[in-house]
């Protein structure tokens, strides 16, 4: 769950995203053909990092978001996971 201010902070690297360019449903892709067109689309774009986290810590589900899919986000969380895991 995120607050306002970082609701506000959301708004401005969105706004500097390469996905303003495009149609939203580009980054709701239906097969793998869409999500490779939209990793390439998240590939240049010049918050990827922010994104990708902000997707991760919010545990957004649908979509791409930084470059990652669904499939590859749940993939770094489980790492993660993992990684704090001691012993
Ligand atoms: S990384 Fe991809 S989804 Fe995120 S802001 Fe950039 S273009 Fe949009």
Redesign the pocket.
């Known amino acids: 769950m995120h607050d306002h201010t970082s609701e506000v902070a959301a708004a401005t690297w969105?706004a500097q995203?390469?996905?303003r360019n495009y149609p939203p449903e580009a980054?709701f892709p239906s097969d793998g053909v869409g999500v490779d067109r939209a990793r390439k689309?998240?590939a240049t774009?010049s918050?990827?990092d922010t994104?990708?986290e902000y997707a991760l810590h919010n545990r957004i589900e649908h979509g791409?978001?930084?470059?990652c899919s669904e499939r590859e986000r749940r993939r770094i969380l489980t790492r993660r996971r993992l990684a704090v895991t001691p012993g």
């Open positions: 969105m995203g390469n996905c980054f689309i998240c774009c918050v990827i994104c990708r791409v978001w930084g470059g």
